[in-house]
């Protein structure tokens, strides 16, 4: 590593720079979840078994980080100082005594970045000095930490810059004038950096942290943070809930022990409560995408209102004040649109009672889409809506079946040569449907389900000529409370498959959600949720899938993995796809576009895919599949 020696920074600060940045593979910014630094500091009070202990609490409560210092310090400070610490004021009486007990070596410091980094811990460390940095460049830390006291060293900022390392920097003790010239100096050499807001004073009281200041820090369009010198835990948790992309926090075993920084550091079990805590504030803290929960929606179409017709209304009448009403359920136009609808011609006939829908002011809906599609698309329908559904002509159809659907007596009006797909039943009653279920009468209830549902196929399936039926099923292997032993599941659902009547279709097995949405409780997903124990589950018993692009997502999100790896694992167990966008952790079946799914790197791997799939895209169906024909407008851009 070679640094300058002498440098002087002058710029305009009209650069600017791309955030977020990752360190170690952790991405840092907005809307991605808080990294949390533990800082060791000089806490280890010189002792390398008591610095390794340290990390172990780190680790032991899933921190991201652990952070040292290192310091030259004849380097630092002139051999006066260092010799005769007498003669200077009480502050250096006190500090540089500390600060040479304290010191690590080098080559106890590289052990101990060999050691955090065994604990799956990132070892970063602030470097004093010049040659402290280089020393840390020479061990390879990934990134570095400056401390408040050198925002405005710049011959260190610079050197430590052109290493190409992310930065993170404290802005305690700093004059605003200050950090904006030193923003701008880091802009300028294309620094991938971070701002923490901090207070250095030990300690700071809660009168005093300002932490609107992390708002204010934003304005440099980089990530910000706090690096807090407060007593306990709120005001981390404060931060972190304004938004602090990272939050750096000292740790120690004992608050008693000698040294500056104990007592305004973290004991082992607040650190912990300190980490649930802020990923808890991660959850709740969400994105600025405005969307409406599941339960959301159902409440609104319970409770809500619609614009309703007040007397029947025929294809050509101009509506008026005296035919409109407002009656439950909320599932058309909102009373809000009154003004709106008032004086359009109805374009189709409205029966009494009837809601009012989009279309009403917008005019008669085109079905008509660019239907550029290679591979079998299909739309979702139930029996009721069918003739409606098939008017777009889609190349397969797939009957989302109920409990009490399976006794309802349905014959197509014709025949058809598309291909048929049919999705069991998710309930029995009050109970899930379950294949995985150790309660026996729950898992012969569940394949008593799925005779019914093959029998039902075997009446659909002469209307529907393309291709043979497929039947798709959720394995179930859900819970309310409690954590199942995968084991098990893997065992119940091969049982559940040998047993099963299938009369020679084809049974597929849907992946799931890791929080899956049912009417009432917080559901857990436990099992045929991940990419490896799908293929290893395909590959030992002969099975293919439904994949659920939405359910992947969510999944993937939650156990922060690769959604691209996902897909190329299992892409060859695939048979048939329900595709809509995903949101958080459990914001399934969201329109295409609108979820956080980046569907320009993920559709590509569809490319040659030829089999059967549908947009599922919750609520699709209403409006004579308005959902569904938006989500194949969209999904028409990409070579499907």
């Known amino acids: 590593m070679k640094c300058k020696s002498s440098w002087i920074y002058v710029s305009d600060g ?16 907005n809307d991605h979840p808080t990294y949390i630094i533990a800082e060791i500091g000089i806490n280890h009070n010189g002792d390398l078994k008591l610095a390794k202990e340290l990390v172990d609490v780190a680790a032991k409560a899933s921190v991201h980080a652990v952070k040292f210092q290192k310091r030259n310090l004849e380097s630092l400070y002139c051999r006066d100082l260092l010799e005769n610490t007498d003669k200077y004021e009480q502050q250096f009486q006190y500090m540089i005594p500390i600060l040479k007990e304290t010191e690590l070596d080098e080559s106890q410091l590289t052990e101990l970045k060999i050691y955090a980094e065994s604990k799956g811990l990132t070892f970063l460390c602030t470097p004093f000095d010049i040659l402290s940095a ?39 003790m700093s004059y605003w004038n200050e950090i904006e010239q030193t923003v701008s100096m880091l802009k300028d050499k294309n620094t991938a ?14 009168r005093e942290v300002n932490l609107k200041m992390i708002n204010r820090l934003k304005q440099f369009n980089v990530p910000v943070g706090y690096s807090g010198h407060d007593v306990g835990i709120t005001i981390p948790l404060v931060a972190a809930s304004m938004g602090a992309s990272i ?36 959850q709740a803290m969400g994105k600025e995408k405005r969307f409406l929960l599941r339960g959301e929606i159902l409440n609104r179409e319970l409770f809500g209102k619609s614009l309703a017709a007040r007397c029947r209304i025929n294809a050509g009448d101009i509506i008026t004040e005296e035919k409109l009403t407002v009656l439950g359920p909320g599932k058309g136009l909102p009373p809000s649109m009154r003004e709106s609808l008032i004086g359009k011609r109805a374009y189709r006939d409205i029966e009494k009672g009837a809601c009012f829908i989009e279309e009403d002011v917008a005019g008669k809906p085109s079905r008509e889409f660019s239907n550029r599609f290679r591979s079998q698309w299909g739309l979702i329908a139930r029996y009721h809506d069918f003739d409606a559904i098939m008017t777009y002509k889609p190349k397969a159809i797939e009957f989302h079946f109920t409990q009490n659907d399976l ?41 008593d389900l799925v005779s019914k549902t093959v029998g039902v196929t075997r009446t659909l399936a002469p209307f529907f000529t393309a291709a043979p039926p497929k039947i798709i099923f959720h394995p179930g292997a859900m819970s309310l409370n409690s954590k199942l032993d995968v084991r098990v599941l893997k065992r119940q659902l091969k049982r559940s498959i040998e047993e099963m009547e299938t009369n020679g279709f084809e049974i597929l097995l849907e992946n799931l959600p890791p929080y899956p949405w049912y009417f009432g409780g ?15 589950f395909c590959s030992d018993t002969g099975m293919k899938i439904c994949f659920d692009l939405s359910h992947a997502a969510l999944y993937c999100n939650a156990k922060k993995k690769s959604l ?35 569907l320009a790197s993920i559709m590509p791997c569809f490319n040659n895919y030829r089999e059967s799939w549908v947009p599922e895209i919750w609520r699709g169906h209403l409006d004579n599949g308005k959902g569904f024909i938006e989500a194949l407008s969209r999904l028409s851009v990409y070579d499907l």
């Open 14 to 29: 009209s650069k600017n720079m791309n955030i977020p940045f990752a360190i170690d593979g952790v991405t840092i910014g």
């Open 247 to 282: 939050i750096e926090k000292h740790i120690t075993l004992d608050r008693t022990l000698p040294g500056p920084d104990h007592k305004i550091s973290l004991e082992p079990y607040e650190l912990n409560r300190m980490v649930r805590d802020i990923k808890v504030s991660d």
């Open 522 to 536: 917080s559901w857990k997903g436990n099992y045929f949720m991940g990419a490896e124990e799908i293929a290893s």
């Open 193 to 206: 950096f971070a701002l923490l807001h901090c207070r250095s004073s030990y300690p700071v009281w809660p």
């Open 564 to 598: 691209l790896h996902y897909i190329e694992r299992v892409y060859p167990y695939i048979r048939h796809m329900h595709l809509a966008d995903g949101y958080g952790l459990d914001g399934e079946g969201i329109q295409i576009g609108e979820g956080d799914i980046d």
């Open 134 to 172: 280089r020393f840390l460049e020479e061990i390879g830390v990934s990134a570095f930490k400056i401390a408040s006291a050198d925002l405005n060293n710049y011959e260190l900022l610079a050197c430590v810059a052109e290493t190409g390392k992310p930065l993170i920097l404290s802005t305690g």
């Open 407 to 447: 006794s309802r007596p349905f014959t197509p009006p014709g025949k058809y040569n598309i291909s048929l797909i049919v999705h069991g039943p998710e309930y029995m009653g009050e109970r899930l449907f379950d294949l995985c279920s150790q309660n026996e009468e729950i898992r012969s209830a569940s394949l």
